[in-house]
């Protein structure tokens, strides 16, 4: 009778030791806040938290040890190629670049120009052209974010 493994998906293994890694680090800054918290200091609900991102990590670690890739896969080369094929198609590199775009806009233009432009491209893309209605939609999106933010709750946005 042979045994059947489960598979992981390509880099999946990596990106557990890479979750490992990031939650001791949150651990580390969480304890530097103020040491060993006590119930209510400042620092208990961070360290409560990377207690439990910890937890959670190691559990996924584990049950992913006896998990093997997939036998079309060669090597760790092939691996990658084959990461980077699942997890960077276009569609999410253009997104990627125009959100990064964006941060780096609000800093130059207002938050709702910045946003206005950005919506507007993104629908304009995801919505295969249809620019009159995405240039709508944008509008629409800004003029509910201006109503609710400046108007009803009087929050400033940069």
Do not use: C
């Not at 304890?31 to 119930?39: A, F, H, M």
Request: proline fraction near 3%.
């Amino acid at each position: 009778m042979s045994q059947k493994f489960e598979r992981v998906q390509a880099g999946e293994k990596v990106f557990d030791w890479l979750l490992l890694l990031l939650s001791v680090g949150v651990l580390i800054e969480a304890y530097r806040i103020d040491g060993i918290p006590g119930l209510n200091s400042p620092g208990s609900f961070p360290m409560g938290l990377a207690l439990i991102m910890l937890a959670s990590s190691l559990v996924i670690l584990a049950s992913h040890r006896y998990k093997q890739r997939d036998p079309k896969i060669r090597n760790a080369r092939h691996e990658l190629l084959v990461f980077f094929h699942q997890h960077f198609q276009l569609h999410i590199v253009v997104f990627t670049l125009f959100a990064v775009a964006y941060l780096a806009a609000i800093v130059w233009v207002s938050f709702y120009v910045s946003t206005f432009f950005f919506l507007a491209v993104m629908f304009i893309y995801f919505r295969q052209g249809r620019v009159v209605s995405s240039l709508i939609i944008a509008a629409l999106a800004i003029a509910t974010i201006y109503g609710l933010f400046t108007l009803v709750f009087r929050v400033y946005l940069p």
